[in-house]
């Protein structure tokens, strides 16, 4: 799987939008890029994936570069509620589809 | 629809002592799988099944042993509890398609191995 590379922190203000960045330079072309949170001391929840194509769903989007090395996670109107941590996850399918997290990047959003 | 459910949710245990964690899932998933979360880290993988009656080791099984006898349950025992495993323990199912690596989380189970 790609390695990935992301700040470890952030900060947002609520009602503007979060744009966490990720690095995956060494991506290969069957990978897809996945982000996940992870709320204070609960379990990580899916957040949105994609391929090449960029990505919208009802809790943020996906960009991703025309060369797939990088992609932005965005939050078009954070709040509070969205401080977490956020993993950029590269993988392929199979292999029992398994995820490796890193470290993530952790996003305070403040008023 | 309960989605993945852990218990217990905390737990202490004296060093050498075993026990077992039990994850089920109500989605008719046929992937599961058991990570490990210490203080400022990201998840490590345990074990995990790509279905009933199969398992396979992550990144980190020493210690660990884990069975899938039905497809809704993945159960992770300690034989003897060792106070390095002290950590959340976090289980997750997902189904099986393509391009489609989307896990679901339990809420974690607390262990503390003194």
């Known amino acids: 799987d790609a390695k990935t590379t992301q700040p470890p922190s952030m900060d947002c203000a609520e009602g503007r939008a979060a744009n966490l960045p990720c690095n995956h330079s060494t991506i290969s072309g069957n990978e897809y890029v996945y982000w996940y949170r992870q709320i204070h001391s609960q379990g990580p929840q899916y957040i949105i994936h994609g391929l090449k194509n960029n990505e919208t769903n009802e809790m943020a989007s996906l960009i991703i570069t025309e060369d797939r090395k990088s992609s932005t996670l965005i939050l078009p109107h954070a709040t509070l509620r969205d401080t977490a941590v956020y993993y950029c996850i590269v993988r392929s399918t199979g292999g029992g589809n398994k995820l490796t997290f890193g470290t993530g990047t952790q996003l305070k959003v403040e008023l | 629809n309960a989605g993945v459910t852990q218990t217990p949710k905390f737990r202490v245990l004296k060093t050498g002592q075993s026990m077992t964690l039990l994850c089920a899932q109500d989605m008719n998933h046929e992937y599961m799988y058991w990570y490990r979360q210490d203080p400022g880290m990201g998840l490590r993988l345990i074990h995990y099944s790509v279905g009933e009656g199969t398992t396979a080791k992550g990144e980190v099984p020493d210690g660990y042993n884990v069975s899938r006898l039905k497809k809704q349950n993945f159960l992770l025992g300690l034989e003897s509890a060792a106070p390095s495993q002290t950590s959340v323990y976090f289980c997750?199912?997902?189904?099986?398609?393509?391009?489609?690596?989307?896990?679901?989380f339990g809420a974690g189970t607390r262990l503390s191995v003194l």
């Open positions: 997750a199912s997902s189904f099986l398609g393509v391009g489609k690596n989307i896990q679901y």
